[in-house]
């Protein structure tokens, strides 16, 4: 396993920050796929991160080997994939319900890796995700879900992302360099949705100050932080629980909506709310720091 420097706890801590933080991509998306296609807005956001990341970390990516670009780019390919239907998604279902469905990962990663290890999901992992589940879904799920194919690019964007922990996972505890493989996934993503951006849009800049603000917010909170740690947090903990962590999202979405946006928390999103820590509390005191 490549040594990161952090516990087992320290790399939950540091992974519930990460996809805390990229909880607010969903607002910032939704405001700049008024001016801009999906793809483009990917190659935007992930490239300006690069961009960033490459002066402030380039002695450590020269030195980066073959195993750490191979993962960069099979992380990259993956988040490809799930921004892309994600995003996709965002144009045919409201947000609370995109959240709720791309947060089924939930639920899917514990059940994916009993398929690849060959084993039965541990009940403790089963009833905590379902525990998880139930709050993300009093949480985001509105009512009205939209038109099917928002639904549908939904689910593919939670499969897909499912696949990218358990990748993740199974990449950072190789002995690769997570750090460096983490910055060269940003670039990886960056580079296909420019090649897809010119395939099947017409690529151009933002035309208004919000979009721009956006676009950057996106590049440094959510690319710059979120996808280059991830692969750090990860090396120190299992996929299980960063698929659990993924119930964060949803519930800092809520948090964000009532602080920026002025919104009302229903008693049922409160319960729901108290139902993810719970989830997250129960899987939490199953996974002790390695010996």
């Known amino acids: 396993m490549a040594k990161t420097g952090l516990t087992q706890r320290q790399s939950e801590i540091l992974l519930a920050a990460v996809i805390s ?22 190659a935007l956001r992930s490239l300006f991160a690069f961009a960033l990341l490459i002066p402030l970390f380039y002695k450590q990516l020269k030195t980066a080997r073959r195993a750490e670009i191979r993962a960069g780019f099979i992380m990259g ?3 490809f994939l799930t921004m ?8 045919y279902a409201p947000t609370s319900a995109v959240a709720f ?36 879904a009093l949480l985001t799920l509105a009512g009205s879900t939209g038109p ?8 593919a964007s939670a499969l897909f992302y499912a696949f990218t922990i358990i990748a993740t996972d199974r990449l950072s505890h190789s002995g690769i360099d997570s750090f460096s493989a983490g910055i060269l996934q940003v670039g990886a993503v960056g580079v296909l949705s420019l090649a897809a951006s010119f395939l099947f849009e017409s690529p151009h800049l933002p035309q208004n100050a919000a979009s721009w603000a956006s676009i950057l917010t996106l590049a440094i909170v959510c690319s710059g932080f979120g996808f280059t740690l991830q692969p ?30 002025h919104e009302v928390l229903s008693a049922k999103a409160i319960l729901g709310g108290l139902l993810v820590l719970a989830g997250i509390l129960l899987y939490s005191v199953k996974t002790k720091p390695a010996e």
Do not use: H, Y
């Open 148 to 155: 099917a194919i928002g639904i549908v690019l939904a689910l």
């Open 21 to 42: 933080a990229r909880a607010t991509s969903m607002l910032f998306s939704k405001i700049v796929l008024a001016d801009m296609d999906v793809f483009n807005l990917m």
């Open 77 to 79: 390919a993956l988040f």
């Open 84 to 91: 892309a239907t994600e995003l996709a998604s965002l144009r």
């Open 101 to 136: 469905l791309q947060n089924t990962a939930i639920v899917i990663v514990p059940f994916l890796q009993a398929i690849l290890l060959r084993r039965v999901p541990e009940k403790k992992a089963v009833a905590a995700s379902l525990i998880c589940l139930a709050g993300v």
């Open 232 to 261: 750090v947090a990860q090396s120190g903990t299992l996929a299980e629980t960063a698929g659990l962590l993924c119930a964060l999202n949803p519930l800092v979405a809520s948090v964000l909506g009532v602080v920026f946006l």
